[in-house]
């Protein structure tokens, strides 16, 4: 017995001595973090007190349903596998008695309507449109398309081939093409009585808004002109409709490396005669750029609108009377996801504001009163809150909830108090009190620009730890001190948290480009492929991790996704000494193909100097000096990155001789529509920042 439990101590001391000495007991697996839940869709009623969510449960996506006063969830839909089959463009009719949903697509890509057979099978899925009887709670699909839209009583319109169909919920009949226009229509909207629809039809030089109205009467062109004319907007009475025009045509060539002013204007229209006048005119000024996709009369007849003129992402209000603005949202923060409740009262939105500086990094909710410009910040704190709808008229409001912690569900607000719905579907292994609570950080790029990140560490110990710089994709996004809000990112998210519990020390960076701190960190001057600023953000972010008194400064690593990717190529290519492992996930290569023009088009006189920087922005640029290990992962079916992307820089490795792994999971699109695929390349990533910087 003796002999025996010498040996025992022997090869404990032997175990101790030779592991590295970063390794930690590891409460939890990539699985198990990977199984958060996520909504998305959520939605109001026009009438009545009732919402409705898709949910997302391991590749499991369904619609749920609720109603006051008591907001218990039901579950409406039973679609049971892990399929890649998303359900987006969730609405109510506008007598709250019916649910119109999609089923199939992947809309957050390019070609969102074509089906996705992330499954492999021998047969297609189709892209349908499906409804929801809320009294009897049938489900049923509508037709195969896509793009539908409510308001007319007991139908739903629907976008097809470019032009507009409808069919009757109460009946089986088929649906039937409303009428015929030139052009591809790509926008409608009914009048506030169902009499009337307004919609867009593409031209191609130009657009058209135009009002229909039945059978027998003519297609109304309101105010048609060679612009493009996008977005209107019906009064609430129904006698004006607003709308925002942009230029139309070809201009001629202009520098391609310098910023240029790009103009819009509001107009509004008489629905009876169809003539319009111009109500306002964007600053000529680089942040009076950019109309955003929030537009909409309040009950008054004044309208509200988005606009970046101040610096940040803020809220306008319009008399159309005057022509004046004012300033809804005054201070140094953006908003975003605005709703407006159902009588045109009040606006709801969430913000990255509140009373404490590391609110930059988070959302909260915050509404304001139209009538008296009254802004109220409706929540606050250390959670994330996002994608609020009003519900009713009497201040009730739904929005995402989630902590640094746990997952996003859905909660309800009733003044002072809150529901948390369906905290029962986060399943009893989700690792959520092994989760690691992440740290703002700031560091300054070479520039002089002040940069903000997420730092995720799991405990302090006497070895030195290695680290992973995490560059999110977008470029239009921004990492927050909890869960992500978007999907992709909350996978994200799992994975440095999945990091942090291997032994890592995870640095996730809001470079330039990235969106919450201001125009000028969103839209820098010579970025991407006008010479890739950005990439100072990254390549400081390494050196800030790698200066940390418990990082091996020796042991820097680097993933991405999309945008990321191509960060983390470039920062593989050009510093392979500060960065020596990668995992470029469907990243973008070669830029300078961003500067094909069609044959028609005047090329402008730098042409050849921009496509000469484009190529120095791009990784291709600088593989003799790429030296590190790199994992190379795309899904064939990928809509916002084209997969050649990756089969050109893999076969350029190839011809110089450079080892490189990779990964094509074939089916699958961007955003990993399949649960399984998105697991498999997060413990891939994991394990090959793991085999070669803890190993």
């Known amino acids: 017995m003796l002999f025996f439990a010498k040996l025992s101590v022997y090869l404990l001391l032997f175990t101790s001595y030779f592991l590295p000495h970063n390794i930690h007991a590891q409460s939890f697996t990539m699985e198990q973090v990977g199984k958060f839940s996520f909504p998305s869709e959520l939605i109001s009623s026009p009438a009545g007190e009732k919402i409705a969510w898709a949910m997302n449960e391991q590749g499991k996506r369904n619609v749920y349903f609720s109603e006051g006063p008591d907001f218990e969830p039901k579950k409406l839909t039973g679609f049971n596998e892990d399929d890649g089959q998303e359900i987006s463009s969730l609405q109510f009719t506008p007598d709250g008695n019916w649910l119109i949903f999609?089923?199939?697509?992947?809309?957050?890509?390019?070609?969102?309507?074509?089906?996705?057979?992330?499954?492999?099978l021998p047969k297609l899925p189709k892209v349908e449109i499906w409804k929801i009887n809320l009294a009897d709670g049938k489900v049923e699909t509508i037709a195969e398309a896509d793009d539908p839209f409510t308001g007319f009583p007991h139908k739903v319109g629907y976008l097809?081939?470019?032009?507009?169909?409808?069919?009757?919920?109460?009946?089986?009949?088929?649906?039937?093409q409303l009428f015929e226009a030139k052009g591809n229509v790509n926008y409608a909207q009914y009048s506030p009585d169902g009499t009337k629809l307004a919609f867009v039809s593409n031209r191609g030089s130009h657009s058209l808004t135009g009002i229909y109205q039945d059978n027998q009467t003519p297609i109304q062109w309101v105010s048609p002109s060679f612009h493009r004319d996008v977005l209107p907007q019906w009064s609430p009475d129904g006698k004006k409709l607003a709308f925002i025009r942009l230029q139309g045509g070809k201009g001629a060539a202009f520098d391609l490396l310098k910023p240029r002013h790009i103009p819009w204007e509001i107009w509004?229209?008489?629905?009876?005669?169809?003539?319009?006048?111009?109500?306002?005119?964007a600053p000529q000024t680089l942040r009076g750029s950019y109309p955003y996709p929030f537009f909409s009369f309040s009950a008054d007849g004044n309208l509200v609108f988005q606009s970046y003129e101040d610096g940040w992402q803020h809220l306008y209000t319009l008399e159309v009377a005057t022509g004046k603005t004012t300033l809804l949202t005054p201070g140094d923060y953006m908003v975003e996801q605005i709703k407006i409740n159902p009588d045109r009262t009040k606006l709801i939105f969430s913000v990255n504001a509140g009373s404490d500086p590391e609110d930059l990094d988070r959302r909260h909710i915050g509404s304001i009163d139209i009538p008296s410009s009254k802004l109220t910040w409706e929540t606050s704190g250390q959670g994330i809150e996002a994608y609020p709808v009003w519900i009713g008229n009497e201040g009730k409001m739904a929005y995402f909830s989630a902590s640094s912690k746990r997952p996003h569900l859905i909660a309800v607000k009733d003044g002072a108090k809150i529901k948390l719905l369906q905290e029962s579907i986060i399943p009893d292994d989700f690792p959520q009190a092994s989760l690691v609570v992440p740290k703002q950080v700031k560091f300054t790029a070479p520039d002089g620009t002040l940069v903000y990140g997420q730092l995720f560490e799991k405990e302090a110990g006497p070895a030195k730890k290695p680290g992973v710089v995490f560059a999110h994709g977008g470029p239009q996004r921004q990492m927050l001190l909890g869960w992500s809000y978007m999907d992709?990112?909350?996978?994200?998210?799992a994975l440095n948290q999945y990091l942090a519990e291997l032994g890592f020390v995870v640095l996730s960076v809001n470079y330039r480009l990235g969106i919450g701190y201001g125009y000028e960190f969103h839209r820098p001057a010579n970025g991407y492929y006008q010479g890739a600023v950005e990439y100072q953000d990254i390549k400081s972010a390494g050196e800030?991790?790698?200066?940390?008194?418990?990082?091996?400064?020796?042991?820097?690593?680097?993933?991405?996704?999309?945008y990321g990717g191509y960060l983390t190529a470039l920062a593989l290519a050009r510093d392979s000494g500060l960065f020596k492992v990668g995992v470029d996930i469907h990243g973008v290569h070669d830029l300078d193909g961003r500067y094909e023009l069609p044959e028609t088009y005047e090329v402008a006189s730098d042409l050849d100097s921009a496509k000469k920087i484009a190529w120095e922005s791009s990784p291709m640029a600088d593989l003799n000096t790429w030296s590190s290990p790199v994992l190379f992962i795309h899904a064939d079916d990928d809509r916002n990155v084209a997969v050649s992307q990756t089969a050109d820089l893999i076969r350029r490795f190839e011809e110089l001789g450079k080892s490189y792994q990779s990964i094509l999971i074939p089916g699958d699109t961007h955003h990993?529509?399949?649960?399984?695929?998105?697991?498999?390349?997060?413990?891939?990533?994991?394990?090959?920042?793991?085999k070669h910087l803890l190993d």
Do not use: C
């Open 102 to 120: 999609v089923r199939g697509g992947d809309h957050g890509g390019g070609n969102s309507s074509s089906t996705v057979n992330a499954q492999n």
């Open 160 to 176: 097809k081939g470019g032009q507009i169909w409808v069919a009757d919920l109460e009946s089986s009949s088929e649906p039937t």
């Open 268 to 281: 509004i229209a008489d629905v009876e005669t169809g003539n319009a006048e111009k109500l306002w005119k």
């Open 488 to 493: 992709y990112y909350s996978n994200t998210y």
């Open 544 to 562: 800030f991790l790698a200066s940390m008194p418990q990082v091996d400064g020796d042991k820097i690593g680097i993933y991405g996704g999309s």
């Open 672 to 690: 990993w529509m399949k649960w399984s695929n998105m697991i498999r390349v997060n413990q891939a990533t994991a394990d090959f920042l793991k």
